[in-house]
């Protein structure tokens, strides 16, 4: 290795600073040098020992090894460091990845850390079938979406998130490959944001937009909503408690405000919403991550004839071991029909790790909807919006990791029937491969 890893060491990485430093232990650094005082500075942080204890030899050069081994040092002194020196402790990190490894030093203990800048993002490929729905025939029973993710870390408490997708574009449409002479095909940033932690792990303030929030929380089914959403939200969390209030707009979904439709003026598309949500958590061993929780949202603004007042629900999962439990109950005051309600059950039984092969689970879940329930707009749900609203049915489903990042979903509906009206809507299948990145 060139003595230039030195001279960036030297330079730039005197992390164990103070305003005293211990007498020069290295008899051939001169006290006039330009380097005397990082060199000094870096062995009194432990990062350097020079070749014998006393001789530092800053002309020779070094094995990649070495060069690995005062990264290392280096990396434990990253609290002390300014930003510029941790983007240069990142850039040697990376560049002795395999030999940190082999110190057994993780590298992927660096994605936390400040100045860096990580990628994330996933892709989906599906098929979605219903006799006698158009949008589901041939070429437009397939369609595939890409979402890509930045993650920077501003410093220890704040974290920027900034993320586009492609949407859920359709084999069917004739339109240009590139979606530019079709709306539906534009890209659109449906992730930008700013997380804030107040110290601890306790207090944490989000702004911005985000693709992830879900009506009910991360641990609620989802019904109603489970997409794009701009907002302000300040959340506590603690072992066995959390609290979250906040406020904002639907983005993502359409206003069902036909003629055609069963409850006019339903979609959430540009409603805003005041919500708050209690969640405890509880059990040990077997029962290790089960939950309840209850939460509510106040709707104002959105389509022409939007008549929802608000909505509560609550919810509550059961951990048994590989099993799981789960129940989901909401309620929604609707001037249009008389305050429909929804009740959700679902058992599964072992869990598909993205990150492990082979892993999988297989669930059975039911859903009581009445007409109504459904408000529109983007679910966090598998189901087609036909059979979500005024209906009974039954949905079984199995998950498989096929590979490392890569994850098999496929779900069939069966036992549907109206709740209201003779028609009972046809069976829906949902077939999925998701990768991660």
């Known amino acids: 290795m060139k003595k230039k890893i030195i001279a960036s060491l030297v330079a730039t990485m005197a992390v164990g600073a103070t305003c005293a430093f211990a007498a020069n232990p290295f008899v051939d650094v001169p006290t006039d040098s330009w380097a005397y005082k990082s060199v000094v500075e870096l062995a009194d942080a432990g990062i350097i020992q020079g070749v014998d204890g006393s001789h530092f030899q800053g002309d020779r050069n070094i ?11 280096a990396m434990a002194h990253m609290d002390k460091a300014s930003v510029e020196q941790r983007a240069l402790i990142n850039k040697l990190a990376d560049e002795y990845a395999d030999e940190l490894n082999s110190l057994g030093v993780r590298v992927a203990n660096l994605e936390k850390k400040v100045g860096n800048v990580k ?5 989906r490929i599906r098929f979605q079938h219903q006799n006698g729905n158009d949008d589901y025939r041939n070429d437009h029973s397939w369609d595939y979406r890409v979402r890509v993710r930045a993650n920077a870390q501003v410093n220890d408490r704040t974290t920027v998130t900034y993320g586009i997708s492609t949407g859920d574009l359709n084999f069917g449409d004739n339109g240009a490959a590139s979606g530019a002479d079709d709306d539906n095909g534009d890209t659109f940033t449906d992730d930008a944001k700013v997380d804030y932690n107040f110290g601890g792990d306790h207090w944490n303030l989000s702004v911005g937009r985000t693709d992830t929030y879900i009506l009910g929380g991360d641990n609620a089914y989802g019904f109603q909503y489970g997409d794009v959403f701009d907002r302000a939200e300040l959340k506590y969390t603690s072992d066995h408690f959390a609290a979250t209030a906040g406020y904002g707009k639907f983005k993502e979904g359409y206003a069902a405000d036909d003629a055609d439709a069963e409850v006019v003026g339903n979609g959430l598309l540009g409603v805003k919403t005041g919500y708050g949500e ?6 040990g061993g077997r029962a290790a991550g089960s939950a309840v929780g209850v939460y509510y949202n106040d709707f104002s603004g959105g389509a022409k004839g939007f008549k929802a007042d608000d909505l509560w629900g609550a919810y509550a999962s059961l951990n048994l071991g590989k099993w799981n439990a789960f129940a989901n109950y909401e309620k929604i005051s609707n001037d ?3 305050d429909p309600e929804v009740w959700i059950g679902k058992l599964t039984y072992g869990s598909a790790d993205s990150e492990t092969r082979g892993t999988w689970d297989a669930w059975v879940e039911y859903i009581n909807s009445d007409r109504g329930a459904l408000l529109g707009g983007a679910t966090n749900s598998w189901r087609d919006d036909s059979v979500l609203d005024n209906v009974k ?3 079984v489903g199995i998950d498989y990791t ?3 990042n890569v994850v098999l979903t496929a779900a069939q509906t069966f036992a ?3 709740k209201h009206g003779s028609d009972d809507p046809d069976e829906f299948t949902d077939v999925e491969i998701n990768f991660f990145f």
Do not use: C, H, P
């Not at 209690?278 to 059990?283: A, C, K, M, N, T």
């Open 278 to 283: 209690l969640e405890g958590f509880f059990g």
């Open 336 to 338: 249009v029909t008389d």
């Open 119 to 123: 990628l994330t993002g996933d892709a």
């Open 416 to 418: 549907t029937e109206a």
């Open 393 to 395: 049915s039954w949905g």
């Open 402 to 404: 096929l590979a490392k």
């Open 63 to 73: 094995t990649r090894y070495e060069a690995a081994e005062m990264t290392a040092k």
